[in-house]
C-alpha cells in the first residue's frame, strides 16, 4: 500500500482539486462543495463533454454555469512555458483568482490539461475524474490523498484510492486495494438499452446539431450531422446528452446518447451514477482522514 501523510485539518477546510469537469467529475465536485470542501476543477481549450447541462466543463464555452444551485466560472490558464519567471507569476494570479471564486461560493474550471497549477495550488486531495481508463502521469505525490474514477488505476500504487464506476452492484464502491472492474466497451443499461441509446459519429468532420438536449425523438429521426451524413437515432427517448455544436469530430466518437425514459428532467440533473461516485469520493476522504 502507498503511503499517506494524514492531514491534520479539517476535512472542510481542504483544498480539493479534480482533473476534468464532466457529468461524472461534476457530480463528484458538486458533492464535494455541498459538504464544505472547497473545490477547483481543471479542464481542457475544448471540453469533450457530451452531458452539458450537467457540467461544470460547459463554464469553458460560456464562462460560467449553474448545475444545481452550484456555480461555476471558467479561469483561462495557459502556462507561457518560455521563461519561469513569467510562468510563476502567471501562476500565482490565477492561484488568487481561484480562492477569489471559492470564497464567493462558485467552483472555478481552470483550463490547465497537463496540471502546470499544481505546486502553486498544493491541492490537500488530487481526483482523476477524466475517467481515462488509462494512467496518464497520475501518482501518489501529487497531493497528500489521490483518488481516481474508474478503471486504469490501481489502488496501494498508483493512487490511495479507486473509486468503481460502472454501473452495477459495485457502483460507487472505494477500492483501497485493486483496481475497478475493467473496461468492457459496453456501457451500461439505462431503461433497457446500452449501445442503442448512443450517437456517435458517422465521419470525420464538423458536428451541427438538429435538436438540442431536452428534445423528444422518435427512432430514426435526425439528431445531427457531420458534413452530409446524417446522425439518427437508434431508440425513441430524450436527447440527453450532445457535444457542443461546431465541434471537430473523428468517426466512431461518442457525441451524444438518447436517454429511453422519456423523462426530461433528467438532461438537467446530476445522474444516479454522478451522486454514487461523488458519495464513494466523499468516503474515501472521510476515510483518510
Keep these: 500500500m502507498v503511503g499517506i501523510e494524514r492531514d491534520t485539518k479539517k476535512p472542510h477546510r481542504q483544498l480539493v482539486l479534480i482533473k476534468g469537469a464532466g457529468d461524472l467529475a461534476t457530480g463528484v465536485g458538486h458533492r464535494l462543495h455541498r459538504a464544505g470542501f472547497k473545490v477547483v476543477m481543471t479542464e481542457q481549450e475544448r471540453p469533450t463533454v457530451i452531458r452539458r447541462p450537467v457540467s461544470f466543463a460547459r463554464a469553458v464555452f460560456e464562462t460560467e454555469t449553474e448545475v444545481e444551485g452550484v456555480r461555476a466560472r471558467k479561469i483561462t490558464w495557459i502556462a507561457p512555458g518560455s521563461e519561469a519567471a513569467m510562468e510563476k507569476q502567471k501562476a500565482k494570479e490565477v492561484v488568487k483568482n481561484i480562492f477569489t471564486l471559492i470564497d464567493q461560493g462558485t467552483v472555478p474550471v481552470a483550463i490547465d490539461p497537463c496540471l502546470k497549477l499544481i505546486p502553486y495550488l498544493k491541492p490537500d486531495v488530487f481526483i482523476e475524474g477524466t475517467l481515462s481508463k488509462k494512467n496518464t502521469g497520475v501518482s501518489p505525490d501529487l497531493a497528500s490523498l489521490v483518488i481516481a474514477l474508474g478503471p486504469g488505476y490501481h489502488a496501494g500504487r498508483d493512487v490511495h484510492a479507486v473509486v468503481e464506476t460502472r454501473r452495477g452492484h459495485d457502483l460507487g464502491r472505494v477500492i483501497y ?92 440533473s446530476i445522474s444516479d451514477k454522478a451522486r454514487a461516485v461523488g458519495g464513494g469520493v466523499l468516503e474515501a476522504i472521510l476515510h483518510f482522514n
Design 177 to 268: 486495494n485493486g483496481e475497478a472492474l475493467p473496461d468492457d466497451g459496453v456501457p451500461g443499461p439505462v431503461g433497457g438499452y446500452s449501445s442503442e441509446r448512443l450517437l456517435k459519429a458517422p465521419d470525420n468532420g464538423i458536428f451541427q446539431a438538429d435538436l438540442e438536449i431536452g428534445d423528444l425523438v422518435s427512432c430514426g429521426d435526425a439528431v445531427g450531422r457531420v458534413g452530409t451524413s446524417e446522425i439518427r437515432a437508434g431508440i425513441t427517448g430524450v436527447v440527453r446528452g450532445l457535444i457542443q455544436e461546431g465541434f471537430a469530430v473523428k468517426q466512431g466518437m461518442k457525441i451524444g446518447d438518447i436517454d429511453p425514459r422519456e423523462k426530461r428532467d433528467y438532461c438537467f
